[in-house]
């Protein structure tokens, strides 16, 4: 089983270039999220999406957009890279509702660099 | 999150020593989840608490939340070198949102 497949796994951007990370799960889960892991702040979610064709903002959405046009995508996508968008990025997969299951899995991260 | 709220921020033990990480919240916390990170590697997942007086142990760890659900805290007996990394609590603290936040992360390090 693949679980949650994120790609790219490194990247290297220039200020103001765009691309888009995709998270891909295999187990049918209803809900997605994107974190971004900075040093010291622990994970911090930008966007999540409960179910296909939904999202909402995390604590730190600006700068991002997400899609969720299939519900085994989550698409994390950066329209102008800044450098304080350097960071590692998680996606998390959970089946439904947060209290009527447990481990929330997580992809291997992406690690983006943007100059 | 500022609404998680994780101590110590870094903790030294010797091996075979206890410790204990705290996570607190002045919401309910719905849906606990405690993680650890190998420095530079993806997230494993060691427990999910979800009752209030609820505790789980895995091995040498053991994790509770507080009747009020507001507090929950890892305790990990006699450490080794293997338990080294960053431990992350997380939680749906609004209820029914599915919101899940995360706390800064304690770093713990082993030294044997």
């Known amino acids: 089983n693949a679980g949650v497949t994120q790609t790219p796994k490194f990247r290297v951007l220039k200020t103001g270039q765009s691309m888009t990370l995709l998270c891909a799960q295999d187990?049918?889960?209803?809900?997605m999220y994107w974190y971004r892991q900075d040093p010291g702040m622990g994970l911090r979610l930008i966007h999540y999406s409960v179910g296909e064709g939904t999202t909402a903002k995390g604590e730190v959405p600006d700068g991002y957009n997400v899609s969720r046009l299939k519900k085994q995508n989550f698409l994390l996508g950066l329209e102008s890279a800044a450098p304080s968008q350097t960071s590692v990025y998680f996606c998390?997969?959970?089946?439904?509702?947060?209290?009527?299951?447990?481990?929330?899995?997580f992809g291997e991260g992406s690690r983006l660099t943007v100059l | 999150s500022q609404e998680l709220e994780q101590s110590p921020q870094s903790l030294i033990v010797q091996e075979g020593k206890n410790l204990t990480i705290n996570c607190t919240s002045s919401?309910?916390?719905?849906?606990l989840y405690w993680y650890k990170q190998k420095y530079g590697e993806g997230l494993i997942f060691l427990m999910m608490?979800?009752?209030?007086?609820e505790e789980k142990s895995h091995e040498k760890i053991t994790a509770k939340l507080d009747e009020k659900k507001q507090q929950s805290s890892l305790h990990i007996t006699a450490s080794q070198p293997s338990h080294a990394g960053i431990y992350l609590c997380?939680?749906?603290?609004?209820?029914?949102?599915?919101?899940?936040?995360f706390g800064k992360g304690t770093k713990l390090t082993v030294n044997p």
């Open positions: 919401k309910t916390l719905y849906g």
């Open positions: 187990m049918n889960h209803e809900y």
């Open positions: 998390a997969s959970i089946p439904r509702g947060v209290r009527a299951v447990g481990e929330l899995f």
């Open positions: 608490l979800q009752k209030g007086g």
């Open positions: 997380g939680a749906d603290i609004l209820g029914g949102s599915e919101k899940l936040v």
